[in-house]
């Protein structure tokens, strides 16, 4: 977690205990110089409301409007709701990746049940109580938008009745070389399971073992160091195997071993290593006797940045890769996905072989711990940007009913993805289900099942050089 949202977290977690106390305070004198019954009753009531309708961590105001800029060969087109359907001011302009920009009103049911938008078969969730500019995918749908007949309606929210289209046209980057670089086991069947299953020629390059918060394996009878050894072990494992059920050979899988949360600290200090936080080890050879070829950390084993960007530098330079599939370098906060990023950005300053797109990707965001929204198998809106980012393309690929369930089972085979809700979050989604008319899917607990398998991969697309 980066420093930033561990900041908005507490300050969050603050506002929440002064509000409870000054509730408490409320109540006491209720229980005193009222009736002293309506003290519990209101206590668990307002339990009730806050796991229904106030326990997501949304670190902004569902007021603000999202800021996106497109790069100038984005096509714009205005276009206007007439009858419940989208109408273009002029004939669609051809592009893969269509995203609908238009400010949304939520009605009063719309700050207690999600607000969301049904684009023809699709839906896409917003904010409760949204009232902003956001950003709808039509990917997918050009045959019938451009025909005018793409339904659009509103739920538990009001559209504004004009809106700006940007069509970006984009390659099929799954026919490219493409080097795909995962912090941990898992990050890359999140990201882009639909665009490496598809690819003929990619690589997965995964740059931890993945071992710490290892406490669940403690019940294996394995003190602090053993268990986070096993959930290394695993889910090396995971990294190297799983790829396969997407098509991907385990000798186009690499394990570079290093340690969960030590990316950023080897980055400031490449001379020195740095092992793992919990299991103690120190010698990343442990898990890379599968690779398919020798690197340059295999000499000595340190857990360092020198040898990282050594490694990266070489394997960029083995596989010639075209395209390089990484974590968003502003818009994804994990610690080790924003040093995954910086680190490839160093081994490209050093490395003969230059790729020509980076491809970014979020799977965790600083603000909204629920992005992307709504329910599984449904569209992926754009995430909240509530500062300017860079003015990248965009390449939203569609994802086949079929490839959406393959997606789904390959996370259902990552050990980290397979443990049990706790009692009160599933206390809480039960609230949810009942009152605040949420769902989940049936492939698995983890949240990851809800957010990760939908209608679309998202990704930013920037040119790396001329």
Known sequence: ????????????????????????????????????????LVLVLGWIAHEAWFADHLFYSPQDDYQYGFPPEAARQSVSLVNGRLQLSAPLVAGDTLILELCLRSTVVGRYLDPHVLLGDDRQDFERGVRGQRYLNL????DALGKGELPITGRHCRLSVSGMLYSMHNPDYAGRRVMLLAPHADDAELAAFGLYSRAP???????????IEAAGYRRLGLDAARAARLKGRLRTWDSLAVPL??????????QLGYYCLQLPAMLAEPEQSFASRESADADVRSVRRHNPLL??????GLASGRNLLADLVALLEHF????????????????????????????????RWQPEIALFYANHLHDNDRWPM????????????????????????????????DKAMALAMQHDLQSHLPFKQRLRRTIQQLLA????????????????????ELFWVRRLHS
């Open 437 to 456: 008319g949420r769902r989940w899917p049936t492939t698995g607990e983890d949240e990851f099942f809800r957010k990760a398998v939908r209608r679309h």
């Open 295 to 300: 690197l340059p950390a295999d000499a000595d």
């Open 1 to 40: 977690m980066s420093s930033r949202k561990q900041r908005l977290l507490s300050r969050h977690r603050r506002q929440k205990r002064l509000f409870l106390l000054a509730s408490l305070a409320v109540l006491a004198a209720i229980g005193v110089f009222v009736v002293w019954w309506l003290v519990p």
């Open 139 to 142: 990917s997918g749908q050009a």
């Open 374 to 405: 709504g329910p599984a198998g449904n569209g992926i809106a754009l995430p909240p940007a509530l500062a300017p980012v860079p003015a990248d393309g965009l390449w939203s690929p569609v994802l086949s009913p079929e490839v959406q369930l």
């Open 320 to 351: 010639h890769p075209e395209v390089i599939v990484t974590p968003h370098p502003q818009l994804d906060p994990h610690a080790d996905h924003v040093a995954t990023t910086e680190a490839l950005a160093q081994a490209l300053r050093q490395s």
């Open 201 to 211: 020629e990619v690589v997965i390059v995964t740059l931890t073992q993945g071992e």
């Open 245 to 254: 059920w997407g098509g991907v050979a385990q000798n186009r899988c690499v």
